[in-house]
């Protein structure tokens, strides 16, 4: 149908001749609804979580219609396309400088960003915390009372379009320095190790049982994740290469604070 945002930026996306002042307004309204959390890149939906490609594709023409501009912050100064998030205060949003939450992502009211940095179309839940020089990259999907430890590096999933976003699910921990990159999805209240590196390949082994169960892509709900070795034979010889073990699972509990002292007491991870 006419002015229908979703065909318009298809088009666009498609062919940039398509790309008139219609289709610009369309993307600069799409971004501006990403920003009040109107719209998101992915949703949990009743059939599990669905990316909409179509909304990335607002993005990285939002970059392209975008212009470069200086922007200055007290001391700073800097030179881009995408301004910083307003109206903190009103949104009842805590930003610790020099933390950074970039126009086009959402953050839930009660959510905290210490001196980290959110990147365009993600989406924080409230009461989670994104602490010192986390990253949380563009489309990644945050849940509510996540705890995002010191140095996480969550990746951004902006091409292509159809890519499924990196999705921490409510009430997870994730130790510091953990890497979580290439969609991969980390269930409800589960607790990632320090240290621990998650791509779209990396093998996941649930070694509780007598057998290895080999997962890749997803950390299921309450599982106790830490950083593990398995050997590899190779022309020159047999080598260690990187997965992540599931040791345990996180007890259910209603405190989840208390049940996640008491999981890193049990298992004796680092965070």
Not at 6 to 20: G, H, V
Not at 90 to 118: N, Q, W
Not at 201 to 214: A, R
Request: charged residues 20%.
């Amino acid at each position: 149908m006419p002015g229908d945002p979703q065909r318009l930026i298809e088009a666009a996306y498609a062919d940039r001749s398509k790309l008139d002042e219609e289709t610009k307004s369309a993307v600069r309204t799409v971004v501006d609804q990403l920003d009040r959390g109107e719209r998101r890149v992915a949703e949990k939906l009743a059939g599990g979580w669905t990316t909409h490609a179509w909304i990335k594709q607002a993005i990285l023409l939002y970059f392209e219609i975008a212009d470069m501009q200086v922007m200055e912050v007290g001391p700073f100064e800097y030179f881009d396309k995408i301004p910083l998030k307003k109206n903190l205060h009103a949104a009842g949003v805590r930003v610790v400088p020099p933390g950074t939450i970039r126009y086009g992502a959402h953050v839930e009211r009660g959510a905290v960003i210490m001196p980290g940095y959110v990147n365009i179309g993600a989406y924080v839940g409230a009461g989670t915390m994104v602490d010192t020089w986390a990253t949380v990259g563009s489309c990644a999907q945050i849940g509510r009372n996540v705890h995002l430890s010191g140095g996480v590096g969550i990746g951004g999933v902006l091409e292509p379009p159809q890519a499924s976003p990196v999705i921490v699910e409510d009430g997870a921990f994730i130790g510091s320095r953990c890497i979580v990159v290439e969609g991969v999805h980390i269930g409800e209240q589960a607790v990632i190790g320090a240290g621990v590196v998650l791509t779209a390949s990396t093998p996941i082994l649930d070694v509780t049982g007598k057998q290895e169960i080999m997962l890749k892509g997803a950390v299921p709900p309450r599982s106790v994740v830490v950083p593990g070795t398995r050997p590899k034979e190779f022309p020159a010889g047999t080598y260690n290469l990187p997965c992540a073990l599931i040791i345990g699972q996180r007890q259910a509990s209603t405190d989840l604070k208390t049940s996640l002292n008491e999981t890193l007491r049990r298992f004796a991870l680092p965070v």
